[in-house]
């Protein structure tokens, strides 16, 4: 079941008490970028002698990081385990579920702490 799907059934059953919400979550986040570390290793070596040294397997280890309205940044990753099935696509998607993972719960704090200050 996915965050909608969540969503979706919490309204139907007429849950009303202050909760962060999949719209709160998107709501938050102001950029999202994606590099693998392969990426991230050519940047740094710039192509030189060490980036040739650079393991392949880089290129199956992607990064998500969410930059948040307030500026606070949050990652996620995700590691393809063969080469074979590698997608980015799906690489990315799965670094972004991860990231957004931790936003709930940096949310849900906040929210929290908002109610107990009343």
């Not at 139907?12 to 392969?38: D, M, N, S, W």
């Not at 606070?72 to 998607?93: M, Q, W």
């Amino acid at each position: 079941m996915d965050d909608k799907q969540i969503e979706q059934e919490i309204q139907a059953k007429g849950l009303t008490a202050p909760r962060v919400t999949p719209a709160r979550i998107e709501e938050v986040i102001a950029q999202e970028h994606y590099f693998t570390a392969a990426d991230g290793c050519a940047c740094v070596y710039q192509g030189g002698p060490e980036f040739q040294a650079c393991d392949k397997s880089l290129d199956l280890l992607t990064f998500c990081v969410l930059v948040l309205r307030n500026g606070f940044t949050v990652t996620g990753e995700s590691a393809c385990v063969s080469p074979e099935n590698f997608d980015a696509e799906i690489g990315r998607k799965i670094a972004r579920k991860n990231a957004v993972d931790k936003v709930w719960a940096l949310e849900g704090y906040l929210l929290k702490q908002r109610l107990s200050e009343q």
